[in-house]
């Protein structure tokens, strides 16, 4: 079964992006893009970059599920208990690993060059739920799920069910699709929902450092990182880089090693 999950997490993820894509074109939930084919050209030409190298990585850190494995080590083999538990755990931990991991790319200077290019998509949809730049993508999918496999402990059947948890979800948070508000007010008490996530997108820089949890609300909420506002009320993207020649796949690989 974990072996089947495995396989399947790219036609999950694919599969996703196809649907909700369809879904956002026929009933949008905010405004679209103005120039919409340009705009969903660039972010999926940034999202097969990180894909492929995502992909690859992917690889690297299957390797440090095994090695921990095999030697024992990390928080979780040190401790005896039911395989439903540990799973359990190990999401939780992976999860606040990621929450920490995000929370320091928006407040160490380094990070944050390479995070905005996520953050700079001024239209939010489907075809933002990947684009982030390729070192970034080394830097927290790689090196940090590595060394956070290794530090907790995590068994491969808790890295594979975490993974085919999150990546739905960050299709599900980007799209530009509203849920219903009574699957949306309870969900988002435990899981970030499309609403809670779309207020970290904001431009006003408060709001941006906010949410930062990739599955779970309640890493917000006890860290007091979370803020009551809702999509509608708020503008997305980051307010110096909104001009279209700046939305280009050059000038965002270029962004992180620009002076502004």
Same mark, same amino acid.
């Given at each position: 079964?974990?072996?089947?999950?495995?396989?399947?997490?790219?036609l999950i993820l694919v599969g996703m992006l196809i649907l909700m894509y369809g879904i956002e074109n026929m009933r949008p939930y905010l405004q679209k893009a103005p120039n919409q084919k340009q705009h969903d050209l660039r972010n999926a030409g940034m999202s097969l970059i990180s894909f492929v190298i995502n992909g690859l990585l992917g690889l690297g850190v299957l390797v440090s599920v095994e090695w921990t494995a095999a030697n024992q080590f990390g928080i979780l083999n040190q401790i005896t208990l039911p395989n439903w538990v540990?799973?359990?755990?190990?999401? $939780?931990?992976? /999860? $606040?690993?990621? &929450?920490?991991?995000?929370?320091?790319?928006?407040?160490?200077?380094? $990070?944050?060059?390479?995070h905005r290019v996520h953050h700079s998509d001024p239209n939010l949809n489907a075809t933002s739920s990947l684009r982030f730049h390729p070192?970034?993508?080394? $830097?927290?999918?790689?090196?940090?799920?590595?060394?956070?496999?290794v530090l907790f402990g995590i068994s491969m059947p808790t890295f594979i069910i975490y993974g085919c948890i999150a990546l739905p979800l960050i299709i599900l948070q980007h799209?530009?699709?509203?849920?219903?508000?009574?699957?949306?007010?309870?969900?988002? &008490?435990?899981?970030?929902?499309?609403?809670?996530?779309?207020i970290h997108h904001s431009d006003d820089r408060?709001?941006? /450092?906010?949410?930062?949890?990739?599955?779970?609300?309640?890493? /917000?909420?006890?860290?007091?990182t979370w803020r009551p506002?809702?999509?509608?009320?708020?503008? &997305?993207?980051?307010?110096?880089?909104?001009?279209?020649?700046?939305?280009?796949?050059?000038?965002?690989m270029m962004l992180p090693f620009r002076k502004n």
């Open positions: 079964m974990i072996e089947l999950l495995a396989n399947l997490q790219p540990e799973i359990i755990l190990g999401v $939780l931990l992976i /999860d $606040l690993g990621s &929450y920490g991991m995000h929370n320091l790319s928006h407040r160490i200077p380094l $990070l944050w060059r390479f070192f970034e993508v080394v $830097l927290t999918q790689g090196i940090y799920q590595a060394a956070a496999v799209s530009n699709v509203k849920w219903p508000d009574w699957i949306e007010q309870p969900t988002r &008490y435990i899981f970030a929902t499309p609403g809670w996530h779309k408060p709001l941006t /450092d906010s949410h930062f949890g990739d599955v779970f609300t309640f890493w /917000d909420r006890i860290f007091g506002t809702r999509p509608e009320d708020i503008q &997305y993207g980051l307010t110096e880089f909104k001009e279209d020649s700046k939305q280009s796949i050059g000038y965002q």
